[in-house]
């Protein structure tokens, strides 16, 4: 997804809801001050009315900016670091292929510390370091056929991507 073309106006919501707040509470403060110049009620009225109503709206819409504002910045701080995580781990997984096993198995056994496996058996699989042999080798190397997965009764025919 490509960012809008067009003015960025970056920052702008969290000092426009600075600003609009400011104004809110001299609105509140103009309309007090208008109506503690009347001795009537009924006078002080409209100008509790309109400066109440005008400042504390904009009170709220300058909040409401800030609120959006910080939400925005959250959200591009987790896009940022989730861009990092997902970097860092395509670079494990081409690594882990890198230094894992050669494409082809065919023919081939893994290496245990006592005996030998085909590459799917599940007492190798998860191994970090592993070892890829020719059965003969194995054999030469003194180790046993697993019991588990009998490398010596299956031919190996298998792909690793």
Known sequence: MTPPSGPSFGKFGGKAGIVLAGLGI?????GI?????????????????????????LVILGAAMLVVQGAREDRALLEDKLDLLAEAFLEGQGRQAKAGAPGDLSG????????????????????????YLTPAEARGQDLKACRVCQPDSVTTDVTVR
């Open 26 to 30: 001299i609105a509140i403060a103009l």
């Open 108 to 131: 081939l056994v893994v290496a245990g510390t006592a005996s030998y496996h085909v590459p799917g058996c599940r007492l190798v699989d998860g191994r970090e370091a592993t070892s």
């Open 33 to 57: 001050n208008g109506a503690s110049g009347q001795l009537s009620v009924l006078a002080q009225v409209p100008y509790l009315i309109s400066g109440g109503m005008l400042g504390l709206a």
